[in-house]
């Protein structure tokens, strides 16, 4: 059984261009969330996935947007990059019922918006 | 925002010593979930502890819950150096769209 991966790991992007960043669930997870957590902060939701349709959204802006595929994936697609888009950004997945069995995260993509 | 506050923002002990974390929260919750994270890396799931639960074990971790004063606790038993990390109290708020609201984070280090 593989956990959730992500890729990039680490990316350096320049102010006001664009971004993609990648997910693959856990086996048998069907829920998806990102989360992008500043340095010394804790994270903050940003959405979550369910049966690709996004199923609930934190206070983050359209130019945060995503997407689910049919096996689970997930992309997080940032446009027009501000300097505080610098972040670690976290993929979790869930069984369905994630919020009572807890989430597995991955290793995270670490942007820098220079 | 945050949800909370943990307290101490930063911890160092001995090896064999015990660790105590406490989250402080703000709204109504469904649960309380802890989570370790390695030098800014991924967060690992430790417990996760219901609204109607107020303790529950796992190997070495004993959290306890009081939702009258909405606070958690998060205890280590004989820590060890691989237990250095930031932990992370996260909730499932009442009436919520299925997020985790997590606090500030607490930095322990275990000195050998």
């Known amino acids: 059984e593989t956990g959730v991966t992500q890729s990039p790991t680490h990316l350096i992007k320049t102010r006001g261009q664009q971004v993609t960043l990648r997910c693959s669930s856990q086996s048998g997870h069907n829920t998806v969330s990102w989360y992008q957590q500043a340095l010394g902060q804790g994270p903050q939701f940003i959405f979550q996935?369910?049966?690709?349709?996004?199923?609930g959204r934190g206070n983050f802006p359209p130019r945060f947007s995503g997407l689910q595929f049919p096996n689970y994936s997930s992309e997080l697609n940032v446009n027009a990059l501000e300097l505080d888009d610098s972040a670690l950004y976290l993929c979790a997945s869930s069984p369905a019922d994630g919020t009572n069995y807890g989430y597995t995260f991955g290793s995270g993509t670490r942007l820098t918006v220079v | 925002s945050q949800q909370g506050e943990e307290d101490p923002q930063a911890l160092s002990i001995q090896e064999g010593e015990n660790a105590t974390m406490n989250c402080s929260y703000k709204?109504?919750?469904?649960?309380l979930q802890w989570y370790r994270q390695n030098s800014g890396r991924g967060l690992v799931h430790l417990i996760l502890?219901?609204?109607?639960?107020r303790e529950k074990h796992s190997g070495r971790l004993r959290v306890t819950l009081d939702t009258s004063k909405k606070s958690s606790s998060l205890l280590i038993t004989a820590s060890r150096a691989a237990d250095t990390a930031s932990y992370f109290c996260?909730?499932?708020?009442?009436?919520?769209?299925?997020?985790?609201?997590f606090g500030t984070g607490t930095l322990l280090a275990v000195q050998p």
């Open positions: 996935y369910y049966r690709e349709e996004e199923n």
């Open positions: 502890i219901r609204s109607n639960e």
């Open positions: 996260a909730t499932d708020a009442s009436g919520a769209t299925n997020k985790l609201i």
């Open positions: 709204t109504s919750i469904n649960n």
